[in-house]
């Protein structure tokens, strides 16, 4: 079974940048839309990111619209997300996951969950 292995998580000041790595593990994400969510301490996954499987598509959460971008290469089966100008609030494990059909904002849409990549930014 495909599972997402994220990579590339870190301590960074605010006003920093990174890159986070989404590769699969045991699979292709074939012709998947892929997701990046976020979770901080007490508080409940949210969506960051959506990028459909041709790469036509992207959508992104108006709390990191502008700041992050999210990407993938089909040829390298990775997804990405670079993370520019970040915030202490955006301190959060990381979460990369496959999209099984539904709206892309909805974490219940998305199947195959990898372990997460710890982000934190420090003030």
């Known amino acids: 079974q495909v599972q997402p292995v994220e990579s590339g998580g870190g301590l960074v000041q605010a006003g920093g940048s990174l890159r986070l790595s989404c590769e699969a593990s045991g699979g292709t994400f074939r012709r998947r839309d892929m997701g990046w969510f976020r979770q901080a301490p007490g508080k409940e996954r949210e969506f960051v990111a959506c990028i459909s499987w041709s790469s036509d598509n992207t959508y992104y959460a108006d709390s990191v619209k502008g700041r992050f971008t999210i990407s993938r290469d089909k040829a390298r089966g990775t997804v990405y997300l670079q993370m520019n100008s970040l915030k202490p609030a955006d301190t959060a494990v990381y979460y990369c996951?496959?999209?099984?059909?539904?709206?892309?904002?909805?974490?219940?849409?998305?199947?195959?969950w990898g372990q997460g990549t710890q982000v934190t930014v420090s003030s």
């Open positions: 996951a496959m999209n099984q059909g539904g709206p892309y904002y909805l974490s219940g849409a998305y199947g195959a």
